[in-house]
């Protein structure tokens, strides 16, 4: 589905989204694999990174698109065919959430191919660390996964412990100060955390 606004000179722009498109919180969102038809959508954005949970390749064509918008692009590679190893999953995550919560990397959109299981776990993660309660964040994984909903997704949220978070996140963090709050602080940690993939585009 997409919406239309007018252009310049009266030509209109077909704005459309990535399917399961949404906006996890101010600053950051989350969809499906971007394909060339919702770039123009993208655009509106305002985008300084990207959050990508696959492991195959960018397109170059999305490779395009991010160097003429001055995007970055960091990759965490997590197996969606096959499950993978927990430590494995542990890492990216971690990883991944470091990316996340860095208020310099933002607006950021996070994404893996369908938009379901990858980026849903993530999501909930980020919604252990702003302290929401395990019903909601269950309910909000299901409503995008639907009847794809993997029980090895909601255990691994379940068990995820935001304190080894802490314990591994190195340089600047962004810190909720509880949910839809404007308040922002930022704390400084020295100390360790697998590097993501960042791609040069």
Same mark, same amino acid.
């Given at each position: 589905m997409g919406f239309i606004v007018e252009g310049e000179e009266g030509n209109? @722009?077909?704005?459309?989204?990535?399917?399961? =498109? &949404?906006?996890?919180?101010?600053?950051?969102?989350r969809s499906s694999f971007p394909q060339?038809?919702?770039?123009? =959508?993208l655009e509106t954005l305002n985008l300084c990174? !990207?959050?990508?949970?696959?492991?195959?390749?960018?397109p170059e064509e999305n490779l395009e698109f991010l160097r003429s918008h001055n995007i970055r692009l960091f990759? =965490?590679? !997590?197996?969606? +065919?096959?499950?993978? &190893? @927990?430590?494995?999953?542990k890492d990216a995550v971690r990883g991944a959430l470091k990316i996340l919560i860095d208020v310099r990397n933002h607006p950021v959109l996070i994404h893996c191919k369908r938009g379901k299981h990858r980026t849903g776990s993530l999501v909930g993660c980020l919604r252990k660390l702003q302290n929401w309660c395990l019903s909601s964040v269950f309910e909000e994984y299901q409503?995008?996964?639907?009847? +794809?909903s993997r029980s090895a997704d909601l255990r =691994?949220?379940?068990?995820?412990?935001? @304190?080894?978070?802490?314990?591994?996140?190195h340089s600047i963090i962004y810190q909720y100060q509880g949910y839809g709050s +404007? +308040? $922002? $602080?930022?704390?400084?940690?020295?100390?360790?955390?697998q590097k993501p993939q960042i791609t040069s585009v």
């Open positions: 209109d @722009v077909v704005m459309e989204p990535p399917p399961n =498109f &949404s906006m996890v919180e101010e600053g950051i969102y060339p038809c919702s770039f123009a =959508f990174s !990207i959050i990508y949970l696959c492991p195959e390749p960018y990759q =965490f590679g !997590i197996e969606g +065919k096959t499950e993978p &190893s @927990v430590a494995v999953l409503h995008f996964a639907g009847i +794809k =691994f949220i379940e068990t995820f412990e935001i @304190v080894c978070l802490r314990q591994c996140l +404007k +308040k $922002r $602080r930022l704390l400084y940690r020295e100390e360790t955390v």
